[in-house]
């Protein structure tokens, strides 16, 4: 269920953050140090998730440490939208003692629940008392605050706003939130968030993908507030706009390999001055998903029945794609103004099975070692007592998988990255604003990663990634996975050609909070200087 | 006979008395122990005259208020008392209870209508085409939730009235016995919206077992049905979300049940499931409408003398040695024959029973109330090279309108009150059975340390239990472990 299900149930997830998917509890705290290794894992986990007060770490820039700090939240999800709010103007006396000529019979209806009497509107509600019919909601709250161990710290607040009424519909034994002719299952959601974050090393190689390799830095501290309104318009299909002002400055740096010591305006536009931006976007999001799951063969009570294979295929198709157009007005100097377009792209086949009998683990048995390390997560073990050769009763583990049980092969994902800047005759876009590739960005998303953090920069940006990602359950929360980097930056006037093309591959580890990838380790090949080690740590604000 | 059917299906909606339902369907050629419309119950006014079954039961209005069936008031129907002591003539107070609870003399009387072939063609269809069993009775002689308790675990933990909120959280359930690691078998439990199971804090921890009912037949035509699927039906109207209760629960229309039942009938009909699947569809109690069969005692074998008693209820004191009314039950399946007709005793501890002795490895009954229901896994009465391959088409179900007047008269209760000030349609009342929901769901998730959004003080409305529940739902789906298909942990 997811069932479920369950259910006709209503969850509502406004995508706000890329935040975790369900927040453990401290339940496996009390018996940390007696417990297994897996309850560890989970109280260890519920220290970075649970509501409403928990650690967390990233989210500072790569280069600058590992941060380490606070959240406190409020996450309700579930809160449904169609739960109209108690309407203050009601009066509520107890029918039975204003109106004495009620029918029993109703009375008897009504029950003898708490509050069990009907409601009479009044005629003359206070102006103060009057609320909207709509759902308001003020919820999914969020404030952190981390700090490095290089002195980099940020600090974040938000909240999400519902203002909008759905009303829950039933089409095909499917539950849709309705607003006018949409259906979907997500609702539309205001989020206004505040954010200052205040960086100590952030590098610089020049401009374009044929930047020298000498590594220069700079700091930089940034402010922004807005928001983020999302109207989903389909079940996979969502409208969303952005207005926020942002304010960055580059403290003064004289040290000799700073960026303000080498380079200048013409090399480094915005280096000197910093004006306030008025950021503004519109994008549209695509998430579907698709399964493909062969019907199980028709059941027979033949005497023969045709023999039924172990597993069926379970392919989980789905398409994660977001293509946008961003404006940046430059409100001091005019000269910085730019517009951006970007596309991203994950195309996803999460790979696997379903067992169709059951198997258990016998002495001497082959298959079963080979499927509990492919899918040892689908499996089920117990200890139980059995008598053992001289007669005493010994403890047994058993294992098995049972039908239905999925078996995860792995996911392969296909990634696109493709940003295109457009400025006037007279405008630049400033290196700070300038999509990067190389290791991880300042908004840590991985890129080449056989190249250092930021290591190109340009107007413009094409990348490609191949990744296939497979958890290895007996070492959960770790995983493994291998892939493939290609991409260019390049200037205004100069192509994203093969000319500036860089590529990389290579193989590393995965390390999930939560069955979100929260870290990966790697050792990427292919730029050229050897094996290049990096670690890339999951955005969570 | 030997077991061809590797699957079963039970789909238990509410409060129906068999007589209610189906008893009208005997005849000659179709000898079940119905009625034979001479059936009749006193009346609650001084010096009337006896009320008898009658033939024109309406799908919705003629038992608005609910008849009363807690174990109290099932003690007036069938003993004539309120202690339950026999002595007297049995099976009589059903039109007396009824115009105590509704405090209509006339109103009492509507306790005896009762359904036909044709008022109620979906159930009714089924029944002559497959196996009906006409001594099908509840577990117990009291409400839903203990009835329900005793369906998955022969047992209510000691609670006979609606007011169980512990019980549903305390429980062990057949479900817990079918998700042994160990077990090849699986279960799953389809539901449209809330359900009592999720109160049990095994389920509540293990949730991969929940599905939406929305899921079901396209399951079925993928022949994914596990061995062992018990569906729910949705307990509460929400017509603003489109949503309309098919548990056929008074005051709630008959026809949305019967619509479901045809639902479940044409998803299993048209899986590749259908021959190795039997279909029970089976009401939890009588919910205080007529019967005429006096429920049986039951008595401990002294066989099980090893097995333990179910709990006892300690207020009002029963030891769960008498079983409740009769209800409908219907068996489905290609390997029946048309107008079976099944008498032997069950309750709804045959399906634990039979559930135990088919799908689990553990063979240990619960109690001995389990160990000595019959179990139906011989039922099945065509042998293999005679399997039925007729496609029984059902006829649309009927919405069998109460009078005009009659139905302006329901409605007209709301709106009599003619006392200023001026009152508006009655905001809907959440019905008994969401709030006992409600309550022992949030009696488990206090024990899982979940804090609801709402409390169940704070219902209201009909709405507000609907969005209790709801809520309460999607809080345990998000604190259940899973410890079957998603990995096991040690």
Redesign the interface.
């Known amino acids: ?11 509502f997830l406004l995508g706000l953050f890329p935040a975790l998917a ?2 453990q ?1 401290y ?1 496996s705290c009390p018996g940390f140090w007696s417990e ?1 290794i ?2 560890k894992i989970d109280c260890v986990e519920a220290l970075f998730s649970a509501s409403p007060a928990h650690f967390t770490f990233s989210s500072v820039p790569p280069g600058n440490g590992f941060a380490l700090g606070g959240v406190l939240e409020s996450k ?1 999800h ?3 939208p ?3 709010l ?1 309407n203050l103007n009601l009066m509520c006396p107890d029918i039975r003692n ?9 009375r ?4 003898d ?4 009497y ?4 009044d ?1 003359n509600p206070p102006p103060k008392q009057k609320l909207n019919t709509a759902s308001v909601t003020l919820k999914d709250y969020q404030v952190a605050i981390a700090g490095s161990t290089n002195g980099s710290w940020y600090t974040t607040g938000s909240f999400s706003w519902l203002p909008l009424h759905y ?9 849709y939130q309705k607003l006018g002719p949409l259906l979907t299952h997500q609702v539309f959601g205001i989020q206004f968030y505040g954010t200052h974050r205040n960086v100590q090393n952030l590098n610089f190689y020049g401009e374009s993908a044929t930047s020298a390799a000498t590594q220069y830095a700079f700091k930089q501290t940034e402010t922004y507030e807005g928001s983020i309104a999302r109207l989903p318009l389909t079940t996979w299909l969502r409208a969303e706009g952005q207005v926020e002002h942002r304010q960055i400055s580059l403290p003064q740096d004289t040290a000799s390999n700073s960026v303000q010591s080498n380079f200048g305006e013409a090399t480094a536009p915005g280096i000197f001055v910093q004006p306030g931006f008025l950021h503004s976007a519109l994008a549209a999001d695509t998430d579907a998903t698709w399964i493909s ?1 062969p ?7 033949d ?1 023969n029945p045709v023999p039924v294979s172990l597993i069926k295929h379970r392919f989980v198709f789905r398409a994660q794609n977001r293509a946008g157009y961003e404006w940046y007005h430059d409100l001091n100097t005019g000269h910085y103004s730019f517009g951006q377009f970007a596309f991203t792209g994950d195309e996803s086949i999460r790979l696997g099975a379903v067992f169709l ?2 198997i ?1 683990n016998k002495p001497g048995s082959t298959a079963f070692p080979f499927l509990r390390f492919l899918c ?7 200890t ?1 007592e059995k008598t053992g050769p001289n007669g005493k009763p010994v403890k047994v583990k ?1 294992e ?1 998988f ?5 078996c995860d092969f792995g996911q392969l994902d296909f990634k696109t990255r493709l940003v295109f800047s457009q400025t006037g005759a007279a405008n630049v876009v400033p290196f700070y604003y300038q999509p990067t590739l190389g290791g991880s960005d300042i908004e840590s998303r991985v890129s080449l990663r056989g190249y250092p953090d930021y290591r190109f920069r340009g107007n413009d940006l094409a990348l490609v990634q191949i990744e296939y990602t497979k958890s290895i ?1 007996v070492l ?1 929360p770790v995983g493994i996975y291998t892939f493939y980097d290609g991409g260019s930056a390049a200037l205004a006037g100069q192509s994203l050609g093969a000319a500036r093309y860089r590529q990389d591959g290579g193989v590393g580890a995965t390390v999930r909070l939560q069955g979100k990838i929260v870290l990966r380790a790697y050792a990427a090949m292919g730029a050229g200087h050897g094996v290049h080690l990096g670690y890339n740590l999951e955005k969570l604000f | 006979m030997p077991t061809p059917f590797r699957h079963l299906v039970v789909l238990m909606l509410e409060n129906r008395s068999f007589d209610h339902m189906l008893g009208f369907l005997q005849s000659p050629e179709y000898p079940i122990e119905g009625l034979t419309g001479n059936e009749i119950n006193p009346s609650a006014a001084e010096g009337g005259l006896p009320v008898v079954v009658s033939r024109d039961a309406h799908s919705v209005h003629d038992l608005n208020p609910d008849p009363g069936h807690d174990f109290i008031d099932v003690n007036v129907q069938i003993f004539g008392n309120k202690d339950g002591i026999p002595g007297g003539p049995t099976m009589q107070g059903f039109v007396q209870d009824y115009a105590l609870v509704s405090n209509h003399v006339e109103q009492g009387a509507n306790v005896m209508k009762c359904f036909t072939a044709d008022t109620l063609p979906v159930l009714s269809t089924l029944a002559q085409q497959y196996a009906v069993c006409d001594h099908w009775y509840s577990s117990v002689p009291g409400p839903t939730i203990p009835n329900r308790l005793f369906a998955h675990a022969a047992s209510s933990a000691g609670s006979v009235t609606q007011d169980a909120v512990a019980a549903p959280a305390v429980v062990k359930t057949i479900f817990e016995v079918i998700d042994d690691p160990e077990n090849p078998s699986s279960f799953r439990i389809y539901a449209p919206g809330a359900s009592i199971l999720m109160a049990n804090l095994y389920l509540a921890r293990h949730q991969q077992g929940f599905h939406a009912y929305s899921e079901f037949r396209n399951d079925c035509l993928k022949g994914d049905l596990p061995e062992y699927t018990f569906i729910e039906p949705s307990y509460d109207d929400d017509f603003a979300n489109g949503v309309f209760a098919t548990s056929q629960h008074p005051d709630f229309p008959v026809n949305q049940g019967e619509a479901l039942i045809s639902d479940v009938y044409n998803a299993l009909r048209d899986g590749s499931q259908w021959e190795t699947t039997l279909l029970l569809i089976v009401y939890d109690e009588h919910g205080g409408i007529f019967d005429h069969v006096l429920p049986p005692a039951v008595v401990k074998n002294p066989a099980f003398a090893g097995l333990p008693d179910p709990p006892p209820s300690t207020d009002p004191p029963f030891a769960f040695n008498r079983l409740g009314v009769r209800v409908p039950a219907v068996f489905v399946s290609p390997f029946i024959k048309a107008g079976t007709i099944l008498s032997e005793p069950f309750d709804h501890c045959s399906i634990v029973a039979t559930v135990r002795k088919l799908f689990c490895l553990d063979k240990t009954p619960f109690n001995w109330r389990e160990a000595q229901a019959a179990t139906f896994e011989n039922i099945l009465n065509l042998p293999v090279d005679q399997m039925r391959t007729d496609r029984v088409v059902l006829p649309a179900p009927v919405v069998a309108d109460p009078p005009a007047d009659m139905a302006a008269a329901a409605g007209g209760a709301f709106a009599i009150a003619t006392a200023q000030p001026k009152i508006p349609p009655a905001v809907k009342k959440p019905t008994d059975l969401a709030v006992s929901m409600a309550r022992a769901m949030e009696y488990t998730m206090s024990h899982l340390g979940i804090k609801p959004a709402m409390q169940t003080s704070q219902i209201y409305s009909a709405q507000d239990a609907s969005s209790f529940l709801s809520d309460a739902a999607v809080a345990l789906s998000g604190a259940g472990k899973t410890a079957g298909a998603g990995g096991s942990r040690g």
């Open positions: 269920m997811r069932g479920r299900c369950v259910s006709a149930t209503a969850v369900q927040a509890s339940d297994g897996h309850l309700t579930f809160v449904s169609s739960v109209a108690p204003t109106v004495p000529n009620y029918a029993d019979a109703t008897q209806r009504l029950g629940h708490e509050n069990s009907l409601c009479v509107e005629p009303t829950q519909f039933t089409k095909n034994g499917v539950v799951e019907a199980n063969p028709k059941e027979t009570v005497a009998k059951f258990d040892g997560g689908a499996g089920h073990e117990a139980v058993e098995s049972k039908p239905k049980d999925v359950q959960d």
